[in-house]
């Protein structure tokens, strides 16, 4: 339960925001003995990470937006004693192909045996990808042993990281855009692909793109707590939210819900923030405000002004299915097998790069990009009482940027062809067609529920829909930045003093993570 606005009219921290970033933080500084109020705009805690009953009749709880961790710490979840556990897929991926005219398909498996090469060899022809895949591989994950312990301690240097890492590997990552590096190392066209994936996850950009944005995605997507595995949250991602909450709320923070806030007025220890909760306006005073929304509102609350041209724009198409049972796959391999992991579809390097040329000129890419997985296959708590069978379904488009659906005369229409686009990619590797499986709700609708970036915004108030707040940066400091406060030097500064970045627009925020959060609340202990 969260609590009413209490009387009270000072606070050490003002959170705004209560998504994950924002519980951690006022956990941790809760627990430390500081006065807390998180102020959230919602009927409920949880901000992207929440599950949801969306299909009228079923129990089921999907997790509606985001819905697999990799770069939450450990140590967090140590220190803050939540009580949710992350299981592994058996399956890290596989990427049906047609070669030849047969279908086939890749399996990666978890973790990786004899099936993995055996299917590299019968996708690609030989042994020389896999040993090129495991190479790559191998060298990220040392990559990822540098980068990984930093991110709950003040930001390293760059030199510091480089002189750790592997210089050819560092150049690739850090120095060029990562499809150079991918077309180096692999020959095969769906190897490439399923590599590039990572680096295009809620980002619209090229392979070849010289702000190296591509680059700094994939970093994130493989560095999570030095093993890069992308777990399924038991329960759903609002266990892990719930949890968060539960921590805060015994450490002493007041969570408040339906508070919106509409001005923030920075001061040195002496911060106000304009709060509406029911039928009344409140100005809350703290020491220090931590902003758990993205940069871009925050500016809107401080008064700034804003360039329309600079406002984030999101880049996905998401779709939760539930399903009477899971489709038989054209090429033989075992549902069961291929749908626990990331099942990638229109992925091939081609593809993904047809693609982006396609949306860059307005039009919803003709062979849509996106992976698939399903939850329920390694947590089926989350199905409630259903008929035997029933399985959940997620799916995530790529290069489908908020630009394709600005024009609301048009939003509806090219909403729809998306989905049908979507759903026409899983078809084609499938023997039987995913409507043939699709259950219905209590008032006879498929159970489809689509979100493109439009959606997300009005939803969760993400400017443009983009999932990390906007563009993601690199975990470290460049050697001449200055890092003379805390909050410089945990990442969080804002242009005001007094207000903190605590959400995905902290420079190692993004995803479901928890660091924002974390490194505002280090930055607070620091100087208080």
């Known amino acids: 339960m969260s609590a009413p606005l209490s009387r009270r009219d000072a606070y050490d921290v003002a959170v705004v925001g209560g998504g994950h970033n924002g519980l951690t933080a006022a956990a941790y500084l809760a627990g430390a003995g500081l006065s807390v109020a998180v102020l959230e705009r919602l009927g409920h805690t949880g901000g992207a990470a929440v599950s949801a009953q969306a299909f009228p009749g079923f129990p089921t709880r999907v997790s509606r937006y ?43 498996e978890r973790p990786e045996g004899p099936a993995t090469r055996e ?23 040392e990559f990822a042993a540098v980068v990984a312990p930093t991110l709950t301690r003040p930001l390293p240097r760059e030199s510091t990281l480089r002189q750790q890492a592997d210089p050819l590997l560092w150049h ?43 680059n700094r995605c994939f970093l994130y997507h493989l560095i999570g707590n030095g093993t890069g595995e992308w777990r399924v949250p038991v329960g759903g991602m609002g266990a892990v939210t719930d949890a968060l909450a539960g921590a805060a709320r015994r450490a002493g923070a007041e969570l408040v819900v339906d508070a919106e806030v509409t001005a923030i007025r920075s001061g040195r220890g002496d911060a106000e923030v304009d709060v509406v909760h029911g039928n009344e306006t409140r100005t809350l005073r703290a020491r220090v405000v931590l902003a758990n929304v993205a940069p871009w509102v925050l500016a809107g609350l401080l008064g700034e002004e804003r360039d329309p041209a600079a406002k984030p724009a999101g880049s996905q198409l998401k779709i939760n299915f539930l399903l009477d049972r899971l489709p038989r796959l054209a090429s033989g391999a ?50 409630g009482n259903v008929p035997e069978g029933t399985q959940t379904l997620t799916y995530f488009g790529l290069h489908l940027p908020a630009t394709l659906f600005d024009d609301p005369a048009t939003r509806a229409s090219r909403k729809e062809l998306a989905v049908r686009r979507a759903i026409a990619s899983l078809n084609e590797h499938l023997i039987d067609p995913i409507e043939s499986v ?43 930045a200055a890092l003379d406060t805390p909050a410089a030097r945990w990442g969080v500064a804002t242009t005001r003093e007094g207000v903190l970045l605590c959400g995905s627009g902290a420079q190692r925020g993004g995803a479901v993570s928890g660091l924002g959060g974390h490194n505002a609340a280090q930055a607070v202990l620091e100087f208080a």
Do not use: N
């Open 438 to 480: 699709v259950a219905h709700d209590a008032d006879g609708r498929p159970c489809i529920e689509a979100k493109i970036p439009q959606d997300i915004e009005a939803d969760l108030g993400m400017p443009g829909g983009h999932i990390f707040h906007g563009d993601l940066s690199w975990p470290w400091a460049s050697d001449t």
């Open 334 to 383: 075992d549902p069961r097998v291929a749908f626990a992991g990331t099942l990638h579809l229109g992925e091939g390097y081609p593809d993904l790069e047809g693609a982006y040329a396609e949306a860059a000129h307005g039009q919803v890419p003709s062979r849509m990009p996106g992976e698939v997985y399903c939850h329920s296959l390694t947590d089926t708590s989350i199905l």
């Open 66 to 108: 985001s819905y697999l961790v990799s770069l939450l710490p450990e140590s967090i979840v140590a220190d803050l004693e939540l009580g949710f556990r992350l299981a592994s897929r058996p399956t890290a991926s596989y990427t049906p192909v047609l070669r030849d005219g047969t279908a086939t398909g890749l399996l990666v």
């Open 119 to 141: 299917s590299f060899r019968a996708v690609t022809g030989s042994d020389a990808e896999y040993d090129a895949w495991r190479d790559f591989y191998r060298q990220v994950g």
């Open 172 to 214: 690739e990552l850090t120095g060029r855009p990562l499809g150079e590096a991918i077309e180096k190392r692999f020959r095969d066209e769906t190897v490439r692909g399923v590599v590039a994936t990572d680096a295009l996850i809620g980002t619209f950009a090229r392979m070849d793109d010289p702000s190296l944005i591509q």
